[in-house]
């Protein structure tokens, strides 16, 4: 399967086309929709859409979108992480993941049945707590926090604001 990347100038000087066999490797930053990547691979959208899609087709059991570390041996962290992050200070504000999936209509309709997430309830410097959250779809299209853990470990089963270690509502 080969591939080919029409890169803009100014590399080179000249509009250029690489065609390659199966892989490709780049040196530095790779930027798309960004003409000053800060990363290795940094996609930037404007308009309201998804920056990006892993769309993957294989029927073998085998996973899309891989976070790995490797080659890490000191004392602090030493998993691999997914980061989601919403650059934004104010309370009850957050960022998760979606599960959507299809429809009676449509397998591809993109419906939500449940989102996972954290909401801030401290942004203050040096104090920030947050609040894992699990919210899944009612009725088709309304999200309703079910489950709730706070940054001090108390759950909420039907609750937004847990007093007890656990308190079920409902």
Do not use: C, M, W
């Not at 000249?14 to 930053?29: C, D, K, L, V």
């Not at 891989?66 to 000191?74: H, P, S």
């Amino acid at each position: 399967d080969a591939f080919t990347l029409y890169v803009p100038k100014p590399i080179a000087g000249t509009n250029t086309t690489i065609t390659r066999a199966n892989s490709a490797y780049f040196e530095g930053n790779v930027g798309i929709g960004t003409t000053g990547p800060g990363y290795k691979l940094h996609v930037y959208e404007t308009a309201a859409n998804y920056a990006a899609t892993v769309q993957h087709n294989a029927n073998d059991g085998s996973i899309p979108l891989l976070a790995q570390k490797t080659g890490y041996t000191g004392t602090s962290a030493t998993f691999a992480a997914l980061g989601l992050r919403r650059d934004n200070n104010t309370v009850n504000y957050g960022t998760g993941i979606s599960f959507q999936y299809g429809d009676s209509v449509s397998a591809t309709a993109g419906q939500e049945y449940a989102y996972l997430g954290i909401l801030a309830t401290d942004v203050t410097n040096g104090s920030e707590d947050g609040a894992i959250i699990f919210s899944p779809t009612y009725n088709g299209s309304t999200r309703q926090e079910r489950v709730r853990i706070q940054s001090d470990g108390k759950v909420g089963i039907g609750t937004t604001s847990p007093i007890n270690i656990l308190d079920v509502i409902g």
